[in-house]
């Protein structure tokens, strides 16, 4: 239920989603070498001259440490979160013939379903799988925070040594910059130079890498290769989980709807003879016989309890134990006439009290020697009262596991 306090207010305003929180977490690390290589990952991007092949060429040598590329991984996430509210990295609507990946709203409401779907349908949470807000929205709403201010002390520090290799890394990343920059929209290319200015790239690249991996730089070096990989696997799983939203979406929606059919045995029977698939179909087989063994008197009992108490609390819901008193020989025999091991196999007729009472402990097995009528009825009835328990518990297992996923 909606709570009405500022709901005025709320209407009346937008919420003008974007991502100026990553923004604000990029801005410290976007600095010294770290600008450099951002700068050139977008001329890359926007290069109207260089082919396909040569950007993904150019893009490999610029990762040949991909730690040190770290401006190609900030402006991916920048480009990442500000398509997140957009919506277009959603799935194309395939009825529809225009662009059509569905909103950021469309894909919040979609995962608040997998928050509540799965739980029910599996018995783990939508976050164990990847399939809840972090697994689709994580790199906005703090999954990658830590990873970010880890980078942002690790190049501060870095950055503030001012070491020659990272002043010649500098230097051949803006060589390169340089070079797209005289590109402009000529098709005239120097093929020669452009190699030469890579070369120089990944000596330059390896140097600076080689100063990282000893002394003072070692635990900078590895935190960001680390956190790197942290933003990339998180990029990478957003665009899978939202790539594929519609089709999660209507397989979780069939399943919940293919729950529902159970209830009508007209229904049921209509399944059960047409599915082909015999791990499907023992749903709807099983679901009367399963149905069968729930018992109101076992509702809210057993979940929160010791089994011990929920069989005590249920035994006095039904009026047991009934008999306690073993020296009431007359009660304890009638009770031995309405087990349900005697009932059907010992005949009691024309049998007195005593006779009654031998008779039953001969057949539970229960010994009589060097006792009395009162001995062997407290025997009896301990024996009685336990079975009792017994059954109860069996009914208990059965009702729970009817709420048991399996």
Not at 66 to 84: Q, S, V
Not at 95 to 118: A, K
Not at 388 to 398: G, Q
Request: net charge negative; glycine share 6%; with cysteine.
């Amino acid at each position: 239920m909606a709570v009405n306090q500022g709901l005025k207010t709320l209407a009346e305003n937008s919420p003008n989603f974007n991502n100026q929180g990553i923004q604000n977490l990029i801005n410290p690390v976007n600095v010294g070498w770290v600008e450099k290589t951002r700068t050139l990952a977008q001329k890359v991007d926007a290069s109207t001259v260089l082919t396909v092949s040569q950007k993904n060429d150019l893009n490999a040598t610029l990762d040949t440490q991909p730690h040190l590329n770290l401006g190609r991984t900030l402006e991916d996430l920048d480009l990442h979160t500000t398509k997140i509210f957009t919506g277009e990295l959603g799935q194309q609507d395939l009825n529809d013939d225009r662009p059509n990946t569905g909103t950021f709203l469309d894909h919040v409401q979609d995962v608040q379903g997998f928050e509540s779907i799965i739980p029910n349908l599996y018995g783990y949470t939508a976050d164990s799988i990847n399939k809840g807000v972090a697994g689709h929205f994580g790199t906005v709403s703090g999954a990658v925070d830590s990873a970010m201010k880890t980078l942002r002390t690790a190049v501060e520090f870095i950055n503030s040594k001012s070491e020659s290799t990272d002043t010649a890394f500098q230097t051949a990343t803006q060589n390169i910059s340089n070079f797209l920059d005289t590109l402009g929209d000529s098709t005239a290319f120097d093929e020669s130079t452009f190699n030469s200015l890579q070369s120089a790239f990944q000596t330059a690249s390896d140097n600076f890498n080689t100063t990282l991996t000893g002394g003072q730089y070692t635990t900078f070096r590895t935190n960001m290769i680390t956190a790197r990989a942290t933003i990339v696997d998180q990029i990478a799983l957003e665009v899978t989980n939202l790539g594929v939203i519609r089709t999660y979406s209507e397989s979780l929606n069939n399943l919940s709807a293919y729950v529902t059919l159970a209830d009508n045995a007209n229904i049921r029977n209509l399944v059960i003879r047409t599915s082909n698939n015999a791990n499907f179909r023992d749903y709807f087989e099983q679901y009367g016989k399963r149905t069968a063994n729930q018992n109101p008197l076992f509702e809210g009992i057993g979940n929160d309890s010791a089994e011990s108490t929920a069989i005590d609390e249920i035994l006095s819901l039904k009026g047991l134990p009934d008999v306690v008193d073993f020296l009431d020989i007359d009660s304890v025999a009638a009770k031995a006439t309405r087990d349900d091991r005697l009932k059907t196999t010992v005949s009691f007729q024309g049998l007195n009290t005593e006779q009654i009472i031998d008779t039953a402990c001969e057949e539970l097995s229960i010994s009589t020697a060097n006792k009395d009528v009162y001995a062997k009825s407290k025997s009896l009835l301990t024996n009685l009262n336990q079975r009792d328990r017994d059954l109860v518990k069996a009914e208990l297992d059965l009702n729970q596991q009817i709420d048991t996923l399996s």
